[in-house]
C-alpha cells in the first residue's frame, strides 16, 4: 500500500472538522467539558496513524477509518445541535463531553455493572445447558 493510501484519509478529514468545531461559541452556559471530547477523539486518531503505519491489511484499515469517520459525523452533529446551537434540550442530550468526562469518572461502577451482567448471562447460559441436558 502506498502512503496516500495509508495516511490520506476522509477520517482525518472529519477529525479535523471535530475539532473546529469545538472552537465555535456555544449557546451553553459552561463548555468546561469539550477538553475531554478533544482528548477522546484524539486518543482514537492517534490509534488509527499507528494502526495505519504499521498494519498491512488494507481491509482492516478501510474499516477502521470508516467506523470512525462515522463517529466523527455523529459526534459533529451533536455537538453541534446540542451545545452549540442548543436544538436539542441539553437534559436529555448533554455536550458529548460531558458524556465523555462521567463515562471516565464512573468507570468503575460501569465495570461493576459489565461484570453482574456478564455473570448473570453466564449463569444463565450453564443453567440452560444443565437443563437441555437432561432432556
Known amino acids: 500500500m502506498t502512503i496516500k493510501k495509508r495516511f490520506l484519509r476522509i477520517t482525518h478529514v472529519l477529525f479535523a472538522i471535530l475539532l473546529l468545531v469545538q472552537l465555535l461559541p456555544s449557546k451553553a452556559e459552561a463548555n468546561e467539558y469539550r477538553s475531554h471530547l478533544i ?6 486518531e492517534v490509534i488509527f496513524i499507528i494502526f495505519s503505519a504499521f498494519f498491512k491489511k488494507e481491509n ?7 467506523i470512525l469517520s462515522v463517529i466523527y459525523v455523529i459526534l459533529t452533529a451533536w455537538t453541534i445541535l446540542a451545545p452549540k446551537t442548543q ?3 441539553p437534559l436529555i442530550f448533554p455536550a458529548p463531553g460531558e458524556v465523555v ?4 469518572k464512573d468507570t468503575d461502577k460501569l465495570s461493576e455493572g459489565i461484570i453482574s451482567s456478564v455473570q448473570t448471562v453466564f449463569t ?12
Open 87 to 89: 436544538t436539542l434540550d
Open 39 to 44: 482528548a477522546a477523539v484524539s486518543s482514537a
Open 60 to 66: 482492516f484499515l478501510r474499516d477502521f477509518g470508516n
Open 101 to 104: 468526562w462521567y463515562l471516565v
Open 124 to 135: 444463565g447460559y450453564i443453567r440452560l445447558l444443565i437443563l437441555f441436558q437432561n432432556l
